[in-house]
């Protein structure tokens, strides 16, 4: 029961309501360990990645519990309690809760956190720039520990933009003595979600959004509600499966203000998207597509979570295209998987040469990661015959109920 088995063929009709987005919820839910008190974090998917990270709060003595989709964080029990390997180990965004707890108790050790397998993602520059910030850190085989007497400011210039490290950073220095920098900070819309959360905390934070952030030290923060955004690889990922599946969706809640590079790549690859106050219509139906080119980056430019889905997109429409991905070195694991399904995709360096081939046909694939997995998913849409993609747990780590979701639109599609 850990696959999904895919009928391909049909069209995609109707609406789908875009759940909340991972990469916000993640860092907001470590970041209420800054705060003594219940915060509500509403919004809040229910996918895997937050669930393992209410049991690592939970390990750290905080109540936690759901309610529909806010998640309700009482923070007054926390004690120093070790975090669950198992937890940390599949998880990256575990890393999160070190800034956070250096700032709260002054001492963590926990095991190097895991995540999807698609690059070196070392944490060196998590634990330097901590380091500038007054934080004495052992590196052990397994496991690290982390201690600090009292968090300092400090300027922080960075060697490329990182967003879980800019994340680390922004929750280590809120409660810091005196200012602290943060150069080249990352822009991404769950950077800025995360800073929007800790300022109506009471954080003094500056140039959220923006390359350089100036955050000054506040001596506590308040227990706050708070509404996390909606997820923009989701939304990207039901508009790529309505490019490969063909039809028309809505895609209610879809935050359109942040998915500007991502809708004009659509666009150019050859779907009609109209934004509306309240979401976005996707007409994928065959198009004339200008351009099948794509480069990966920080926000704003393409982001690399889009990438693999944007990749399906390419191999289910039969044309060349060519994508190029410049934020993780080993985003191409999906490559073998849709050749199996008849397509004709060639890397070279960092860069994936999509050649045209004819419709993609069923086959067993394997998911070996988050986004990739999904993006087999939505390839075999389009596919001829019965495709299976396995490891559903991957995909199950970001995106709430897509057999679900895919089925309400017409797609064929069920668990295996
Ligand atoms: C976050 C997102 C992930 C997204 C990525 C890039 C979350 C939970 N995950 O991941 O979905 O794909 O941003 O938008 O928000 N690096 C180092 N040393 C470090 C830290 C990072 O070399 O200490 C490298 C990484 O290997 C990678 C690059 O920096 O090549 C960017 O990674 P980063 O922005 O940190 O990604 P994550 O925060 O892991």
């Given amino acids: 029961m850990d696959a999904i088995r895919i009928y391909g063929g049909n069209c995609l009709e109707g609406q789908t309501t875009v759940q909340g987005s991972k990469n916000a919820s993640l860092p907001i839910l470590a970041?209420?360990?800054?705060?003594?008190?219940?915060?509500?974090?509403?919004?809040?998917?229910?996918?895997?990645?937050?669930?393992h990270m209410q049991r690592l709060l939970t390990s750290l003595g905080c109540r936690v519990e759901r309610k529909g989709t806010c998640v309700c964080v009482n923070t007054c029990c926390l004690s120093m309690?070790?975090?669950?390997?198992?937890?940390?180990c599949v998880m990256r965004s575990s890393i999160m809760l070190l800034g956070a707890l250096l700032a709260r108790t002054g001492r963590v050790c926990m095991e190097y956190p895991g995540g999807c397998v698609i690059g070196a993602r070392p944490i060196d520059l998590h634990l330097k720039s901590l380091r500038k910030m007054g934080v004495v850190i052992e590196e052990k085989e397994t496991e690290f520990c982390a201690e600090t007497?009292?968090?300092?400011?400090?300027?922080?210039?960075?060697?490329?933009?990182?967003?879980?490290?800019?994340?680390?950073?922004?929750?280590?220095?809120?409660?810091?003595?005196?200012?602290?920098?943060?150069?080249?900070?990352?822009?991404?819309?769950?950077?800025?979600?995360?800073?929007?959360?800790?300022?109506?905390a009471g954080a003094q934070i500056e140039g959220s959004g923006t390359g350089r952030?100036?955050?000054?030290?506040?001596?506590?923060?308040?227990?706050?509600?708070?509404?996390?955004?909606?997820?923009?690889?989701?939304?990207?990922?039901?508009?790529?499966?309505?490019?490969?599946?063909?039809?028309?969706?809505?895609l209610k809640d879809a935050p359109v203000c942040h998915m500007e590079s991502i809708l004009s790549h659509a666009v150019r690859m050859g779907a009609a998207v109209t934004c509306e106050p309240d979401g976005i219509l996707v007409d994928g139906?065959?198009?004339?597509?200008?351009?099948?080119?794509?480069?990966?980056?920080?926000?704003?430019?393409?982001?690399?979570?889009?990438?693999?889905?944007?990749?399906?997109?390419?191999a289910a429409s039969g044309r060349k295209g060519c994508?190029?991905?410049?934020?993780?070195?080993?985003r191409f694991r999906i490559v073998g998987e849709l050749n199996k399904m008849g397509?004709?995709?060639?890397?070279?360096?960092?860069?994936?040469?999509?050649?045209?081939?004819?419709?993609?046909?069923?086959?067993?694939?394997?998911?070996?990661?988050?986004?990739?997995?999904?993006?087999?998913?939505?390839?075999?849409?389009?596919?001829?015959?019965?495709?299976?993609?396995?490891n559903r747990h991957y995909i199950d780590r970001g995106y709430e109920d897509i057999v679900l979701n895919l089925r309400r639109l017409g797609a064929d599609v069920e668990l295996a």
Avoid: W
């Fill in 323 to 330: 994508i190029e991905e410049t934020v993780f070195e080993n």
């Fill in 149 to 200: 007497s009292r968090l300092k400011g400090a300027a922080i210039k960075l060697p490329f933009v990182s967003v879980g490290v800019t994340e680390n950073l922004i929750l280590a220095a809120v409660l810091a003595e005196g200012v602290t920098v943060i150069e080249p900070a990352a822009r991404e819309p769950e950077i800025q979600a995360l800073c929007g959360f800790l300022q109506e």
């Fill in 81 to 88: 309690c070790d975090m669950p390997a198992d937890s940390v």
């Fill in 213 to 250: 952030l100036v955050i000054h030290g506040v001596k506590a923060l308040k227990p706050v509600k708070y509404r996390v955004p909606a997820d923009r690889i989701v939304a990207g990922t039901y508009l790529c499966a309505c490019m490969c599946a063909g039809g028309r969706i809505f």
């Fill in 285 to 314: 139906r065959d198009h004339e597509s200008t351009c099948n080119r794509l480069t990966t980056g920080c926000y704003p430019m393409f982001p690399t979570d889009m990438q693999s889905p944007a990749m399906a997109v390419m």
């Fill in 31 to 51: 970041a209420t360990l800054l705060i003594n008190g219940v915060c509500e974090i509403e919004n809040c998917p229910d996918i895997s990645d937050v669930y």
């Fill in 343 to 390: 397509a004709n995709i060639m890397v070279r360096g960092n860069t994936a040469y999509v050649n045209g081939s004819g419709r993609l046909c069923g086959a067993i694939v394997q998911a070996q990661e988050l986004r990739g997995g999904a993006a087999l998913v939505i390839a075999a849409l389009s596919a001829e015959g019965t495709s299976i993609v396995t």
